[in-house]
């Protein structure tokens, strides 16, 4: 499993996985582009944390499915928006359209101050959401 980046000074796709090497200095690999200045030592930490934790996700997931069967169904919004909100805007690429449902749905939703923005201490109760 795979997560593609870009590059946001030369617009180059590049994966996740190659940045999570510490010694690299968490640049573009094609222009050196710096994409955490200042935390150069701990993005690739980050990146591989997020690398680990999706594979971890949908590893689970796929899990439970084939447990469950149709006996369970998870709410697929409230698995996928909290991951498509916590992305900055502009990350389309040719693997993201699997999420672009979620995403057209987060858009939706963008006029509504996000939790942690309002300064709460805790996130807000689930909002109900309509059948289907
Ligand atoms: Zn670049």
Known sequence: MSIAARCGSCRREL????LVQPGQGFRCLFCGFAFAPGYATVAPGVGARILATHTALVTALAALASMTGGRL???QA????????ALPEATTTATATATATAKEAG????KRAHWWARGAG???AQQPRPAG
């Open 15 to 18: 994966p996740l996985v190659q």
């Open 73 to 75: 169904r998870l709410d």
């Open 78 to 85: 409230t698995v996928v928006d909290p991951v498509a909100n």
């Open 107 to 110: 858009l939706a939703r963008r």
């Open 122 to 124: 805790a996130q807000p």
